[in-house]
């Protein structure tokens, strides 16, 4: 908000991006909540898929329109998906898994007060001696975030994005360890044997000497 | 702010590049090649960490600190060193399971490929300087580790042990993020040696709340006493090859870990973190030792005694003192090669269709298989800290250097569970040379190699004993 | 009067203007989807020897030229069931979800050398985030009909999206190396003018697999499993009727132009002129970029979709999993160390780095 209300424009652009972004906050906050009030998992998921478009569109009234972007590409469009299709696959009954749920209501009460107290602390009254009244700086005209973000990622921060690719490879390799079988028995085609395949290996043209009458 | 980009500058990272590089390669040969030929990849493994010890030992070495990668990465004596290690210690410990996997057709190429991507992790958080870098070292590490005691996907007792190991190593890398994530939004920096800079007395209790997860998520990966309820289920649950794999090289790791992060970074605050360590050390022995004298399974009392030796290591980092800290890392060190050694002679004593898991199966070993027998009661005693034998030695250095820094009563209970912990290793060794071996066992028929090689192992335990000197010098040399 | 016009134009505020291009946009893009159902029919008459729609006219015009809207009308009149065991809210969301994407992404697609409606920095990417988020409508579908055929047709949809989606990315990755941007406007603008010098020349492995993946995107055959009437009879959408069942169309339709419009955009020099810088035609009609070239192109593209239709039996899964994961994906990467090579010396071209 800040930043925009920094770069000097006219009232009324500020005042529809505070309207938008009070209005996917209230959508962000009411889609959390359905993620974990929810009884049909497929609605948890899709109250997910919602919370990601909402937090996207907030990245992207702040000028982060690449992470925003890819959250939804990734996160919704990969991740989300697969994570559906699972869930839709394995039809879970949370009324069973949510049985004796309340009796560890206290501790997500208690984990839920820590968090609020650090938030005030941050926000209020500053006892974690965080700088929370400076806003990001307002970008220059032409300022392209998509290709800063390139170029600190192909330049300083190379090697863990090598590293994180490394990360991503492991888990290819693991996922497929772990899962893939051969059984004895399975039918599989073999392209390749399909395609070199010739006529004459099919069809075997045989003499057949025709029967003498007796 | 950015380095010359020249393959010359990048050399002290020839060891995580060629890792890298290595990985890839052989998962392709695997893939092509490894059905036909199932005994090539684990050989083309071995040649490659020769090959990386090579390369290492010709370009890799440096004589003093290089960062590299603007900062991320940091090269040292003592990175180079723990990095040959990493690359001698995983050749032994694939060379032992070889067989064993064979055995058991658990044998695929993945298992190597994953074996070296652990190393790269490891290699990842021994160079950290960052803690981003640590943070992708130790999710590196850690997930191929899950896949590694997955690995034999069959067995429903290593399916559990990897998920409970999952699970929980996924909280505790939650709470390593988030304290890393208090400290840099506090600090404002996430590279370690910029980190020691701006920590200065008083820590804001933001800090100490980032500290103390930070500190949590270190021992959880040492598998410290409160945070240790994963690894003896893992270590028994994990067919004993991989558990031989997790015990071993990752200790390098922690080491590294808790050495770059706490040492190095978090130096400013190095009263929060010992007082932290203190109680969690005392237990950890405690528990870790005691525990053990009550199983009857050996893979079961393998892991409490690690969990007992890891105790002994965080002891030395509780000195808070540079001395301290390289009795940890010459501990660490004379550790792997003696928990190689032991699960190394599990994997021998074992057979197809057997597991010599139990400590009834060791009786009278003697008679059946001396080398093994002799083998075993040279790491047992060197894991009970008897005096000819290196493990002595780590022990002695931990307590002198408690000794030094005036923590008398950590002295006194090192050196009583040292005292508890020399029954249960004691107890193997009589089975091994004073009970009758029951009848029905046969001998076991293992590739010379592979014999060769635990010789040596045990052997290295009684001449590091004997000649303790070059070690300790090297460990006192490279955290001067 | 038009002087008038044009400066009150230009007066308006910017989201206006946007506004109004977006009105008309969709309506263009609705009129095209319904002439594209009847143009299908039409090609699918001749290729079978057949006539196609010929009794609706209009004002008395070509026979079968009121077909559309005669079909339209017919299905808004129908009658909508909802299953009772459906969950009736995303059973009629679904079908909504479907469509939006497919028009959603016209926002970013440069329509002619001066109109954009919506000039996006990261436009490929905003382009690839929503049409993978139009597999929702499909899945959604699918599940919320609690039926076993629209199951069995949205899982596999959405595991053949998700598989197509990365050769798609792929593919993509290949054409901003070339144009060394996001952006769909830079993209067009740094593929070289004349027909040879577009991206399709150069990255002809890329412009053919990102062309197959878009045709399975959309589920048309011969990767039409989810709908594989012989199968699962309509798969995704076998409960929907009236004009549920209309929307699912008109997005499938939406789809189909919007992945020609793309493949023109990427591959096939947008807007450009084929004969842009050649000598004597260069400076004619033929060399000038217009909208008129954009809209050829993507003809091109769809009468290429309604041919494959009618021409290929449809792939098994298996099959269409094969084809995705060991064919396209690998050729897409050999492609790209091939191009990077080819960039890094200068063959071929490319913008020089930095």
Redesign the interface.
Known sequence: MRRIADGGRDGRIDMLVEILFYAFATVLVASALGVIVARNPVHSALGLVVCFITSAAIWLLIGAEFLAIVLVLVYVGAVMVLFLFVVMMLDINLEELRRGFTRFAWLGWLTAGVIVLEIVGVVISHAFGVDVGRGPLPEPPGYSNTTELGRVLYTQFAYPFELAAVLLLVAIVAAIALTMRRRPGYKAQDVSRQVAVRARDRVRLVQVEPEKRA | ??EPTSWAGLAPAVAEIYL?IA??VI?MVDVFAGRRWPRLTPSLTLLALALGVALLVLFGQVSGRVV???G??VEDPLGYVLKLAGFLFLAFALLYSRAYMQLRSIQ?G??D??AL?AL?GIF?LVSAN?L??VY??V??LA??V??II??D?DNAVAAEAAMKYFVLSAIASGALLYGMSLIY??TGTLRLDELVARLSDPL???VILGLAFVVVAVCFKFGAVPFHMWLPDVYQGAPTSMTLFLSSVPQIAYFSLALRLLTYGLDGAVREWTVMLTPIAVLTLIVGNVVAIVQSNLKRMLAYSTIGNVGFILLGFVTGTRAGYSAALYYTLVYVVMVLGSFGVILLASRKGFEAEELDDYRGLYARDPLLALAMMALMFSTAGVPPFVGFWAKLRIIQELWATSHLALVIIAASVSVIGAFYYLRVVKLLYFDAPPAELPTAAQPSAVRLALAVNALAVIVLGVLPGPLLDLCARLLR | MLNTLASDWLALPAPARSTVWILIVTVGLILCVAYLTLWERKVAGWMQLRRGPNRVRIFGLLPGLGQPFADVLKLLTKEVIIPSSANALLFRLAPALALIPALAAWAVIPLSPSLTIAHIDAGLLYVLSLTSAGVYGIILAGWAANSKYAFLGAMRSAAQIVAYEIAMGFALVGVLMAAGSLDLGTIVTAQRPGILGWNWFWLFPLFVVYFIAGVAETNRAPFDVAEGESEIVAGFHVEYSGIGFALFFLAEYANMILISALTAVFFLGGWQGPFAGYPLLGATWLGAPSFGWLAVKIFVFLFLLLWFRWTFPRYRYDQIMRLGWKMLIPVTLVWIAVEGVLAYYHVGPWRPPG
Request: with cysteine; hydrophobic share 55%; aromatic share 14%.
């Open positions: 702010m950015l890298a990985a890839c998962l590299l990668f603007d991320l990465y695929r993945e298992y490929v994953l991507t790269l990842v960052s981003l870098t992708i070292g999710e590196l997930l191929s899950y896949a997955a690995f996907r939004g506090l804001t209790p933001g």
